[in-house]
């Protein structure tokens, strides 16, 4: 599939159509973005990289905008653009943006953050010649992976950098480390770098178990796991090439944005009596693999929209993430409603928004009474007539959990249901807006074309459409 047309005239007629009118005059369903929670959420994450002296890769996969990843890169800023992508339409599609970033002199890099298949090799090195040298990194984890990456030189002129993708026991992609095939993948890599066929540039692991994570500093402990099984990884390759240059390149967004922990910036922690914060051995293993000449790299994506698995992980401070934190809502309408047709006699009601605008991916139940903790696939916002006291997510979520929920989906079709007692029931009516948390924001926005874009902190206007974000669709 071919790159998507610009998205400048599509752009302007979005906007010629949207910006000034209120979510309540809008047409349902619709996929909307708070600007005021991305961009806090988006500088959170650059500055807490720039004071821990990591760097930075941003995965644009979740959104799929220019206009996100220039938040995401820091679109004033000096430093190197590295972004991931997870289809090559992702890359095709924010070279117009690289290009940009290298006229003003900032260094980029984007990694095709999938193992790399001979049908994505002409698209690749056609983005290669583009950008030129060093600017396209690869992953591979088998050494059937590498012809295609020595294609990529042939047709480009210019080698790849390569990752090699370790699985942290998550059991997606990537070659388990200390394993016969990790040591046959070493050697085939080196044996192809110097042949001139790539470069190896680094280790890589998701750790994507941690969104199961429940507890306070559990992600941290994961992030920490991570650089400790690809510093692992490392040791090999440097006792088959004495002093090669590595980056250890971690991340899932509740890894990667626990290092945002105000613990890491002088706050007292919260640990047991006698035991020393995580934030403590973090940073003695960050000084570690610095001192054995490592770059350290994190990565992740879905951190500046955020959402409700990402609120259950409690993977950082509470005042770092809260439900006021997340960006991203899909604008719904009540279609009919059902009283009585609900546990204990409570209501259930109808909106158009079933799996194909919310996702059909749930809050892990990870609670001791199975059932007990948050199970739908969504919560509605205090927001709207009658809704503004709609109990919201605090910080016992996913365990304690109340008000309006999507209780079920289909299709097109969600179904929304009370947790809670029916005398506590907040009204609804047929033709009323509302708006929905989603429990993974990558996936909501996948049936959308464009995000609509309010701002919080336009006061007595936080309904008002201020831009639209066109999305890239396809591979």
């Not at 997606?172 to 790539?198: F, H, M, T, Y």
Request: proline share 6%.
């Amino acid at each position: 599939m071919a790159a998507n047309p610009p998205t400048t005239d599509l752009k302007e007629q979005l906007k010629a159509r949207f910006v000034g009118r209120s979510l309540s005059a809008i047409n349902t369903p619709a996929a909307v973005l708070d600007l005021a929670k991305v961009q806090v959420n988006c500088e959170r994450m650059l500055d807490a990289t720039d004071k821990l002296k990591l760097s930075w890769r941003a995965h644009i996969k979740s959104h799929k905008t220019t206009e996100l990843t220039r938040l995401q890169v820091g679109d004033e800023r000096t430093t190197p653009v590295s972004i991931i992508t997870s289809t090559v339409i992702e890359a095709e599609n924010i070279l117009p943006l690289l290009q940009e970033y290298q006229s003003k002199g900032r260094n980029v890099n984007l990694l095709f953050a999938f193992p790399l298949f001979p049908s994505a090799v002409s698209r690749l090195a056609r983005f290669s010649s583009q950008l030129g040298p060093s600017s396209l990194s690869v992953m591979v984890d088998h050494p059937d992976q590498l012809p295609s990456v020595a294609a990529i030189t042939h047709s480009s002129s210019h080698a790849p950098l390569v990752f090699i993708k370790i699985d942290a026991n998550y059991g997606r992609a990537g070659v388990v480390q200390n394993s016969p095939a990790c040591a046959q993948l070493i050697d085939a890599v080196l044996a192809a770098e110097e042949a001139g066929k790539c470069v190896l540039h680094g280790v890589y692991c998701h750790a994507g178990q941690s969104y199961g994570a429940r507890e306070d500093w559990a992600a941290m402990h994961a992030l920490a796991a991570e650089f400790a099984e690809l510093s692992k990884v490392a040791t090999l390759v440097r006792a088959k090439s004495p002093g090669h240059p590595l980056v250890l390149s971690v991340g899932a967004t509740p890894t990667a944005t626990t290092i945002q922990h105000p613990t890491f910036f002088g706050a007292t922690a919260a640990v047991e009596t006698g035991s020393s914060a995580p934030t403590q051995e973090i940073e003695r293993l960050f000084a570690e693999l610095k001192r054995d000449g490592f770059t350290l790299e994190v990565h992740a994506g879905v951190y500046p929209t955020l959402d409700l698995q990402q609120l259950a992980t409690h993977a950082r401070d509470s005042s770092l993430m809260m439900y006021e934190d997340i960006a991203i809502s899909v604008l719904a309408e009540v279609a009919s409603i059902y009283p009585g047709r609900g546990a204990q006699g409570t209501t259930e009601a109808l909106i158009n928004a079933g799996c194909l605008a919310l996702g059909r991916e749930p809050v892990t139940d990870k609670g001791a009474v199975p059932g007990r903790d948050f199970s739908g696939w969504g919560i509605l916002m205090p927001w709207g007539d009658g809704l503004e006291d709609n109990p919201t997510p605090g910080p016992e979520f996913p365990r304690v959990h109340g008000g309006w929920q999507v209780g079920k989906i289909s299709q097109e079709h969600g179904i929304l249901v009370w947790k809670g007692s029916k005398e506590d029931e907040l009204p609804l009516r047929i033709g009323q807006k509302v708006r929905v948390w989603p429990n993974h924001s990558c996936i909501a926005g996948a049936c959308f074309d464009w995000y609509l874009i309010v701002d919080s902190r336009n006061k007595g206007r936080e309904d008002e459409v201020v831009d639209v974000w066109p999305r890239w669709r396809g591979w």
